[in-house]
């Protein structure tokens, strides 16, 4: 029971375990709700998360959801979404907004310099090749919704290439 453990800021990551050390979740970071006061904390249960911790382990890479193979006719073109991305300086640059091209669909939408994006329609983008991909496989004619750590908040937007 999650609700009898101390959770202190930094523990996020840490390691929840029964009276004998038997490994039970992973605990996760607190979440806290300034109008009344109140903290959440929450563990992912370990089964849940077993076979990406002994793959990470093995050195083998996580999966990922399956992409489409076959590509759009008219895909998204990632410049005409008027977002550029910080300098990709590592492989695994993070996708943080540099600059939003003013009445471009990003900006429409409300993206913003300094918004990490996360989540393209529910897919992990961990990096800014990540992003590219995932929003060039992407038709021009469908909304995209993307979540963005904007601040401490997580924020989702949604828009399309195409002017409605």
């Not at 006061?37 to 089964?47: D, G, K, M, R, S």
């Not at 990632?78 to 900006?107: H, K, M, N, Q, W």
């Not at 429409?108 to 090749?129: E, H």
Request: charged share 25%; hydrophobic share 40%; with cysteine.
């Amino acid at each position: 029971m999650l609700d009898a453990v101390t959770n202190n800021p930094g523990a996020a990551g840490g390691a929840l375990v029964t009276l004998r050390g038997r490994l039970v979740g992973i605990l996760g970071k607190e979440l806290r709700n300034t109008s009344n006061h109140t903290w959440l904390n929450y563990a992912v249960p370990i089964e849940e998360i077993r076979s990406s911790v002994d793959r990470l382990l093995a050195g083998k890479p996580v999966d990922e959801l399956e992409r489409p193979t076959s590509r759009p006719v008219r895909p998204i073109a990632f410049d005409e979404l008027g977002i550029v991305l910080v300098p990709e300086v590592l492989p695994r640059t993070p996708p943080y907004v540099d600059f939003v091209r003013p009445g471009s669909p990003a900006a429409r939408a409300g993206l913003r310099p300094d918004d990490l994006v996360v989540l393209v329609n529910d897919r992990l983008t961990q990096s800014c090749k990540m992003l590219r991909e995932e929003l060039e496989s992407m038709d021009r004619e469908t909304a995209v919704r993307v979540s963005v750590m904007r601040g401490t908040e997580l924020v989702e937007v949604t828009f399309a290439v195409s002017k409605p």
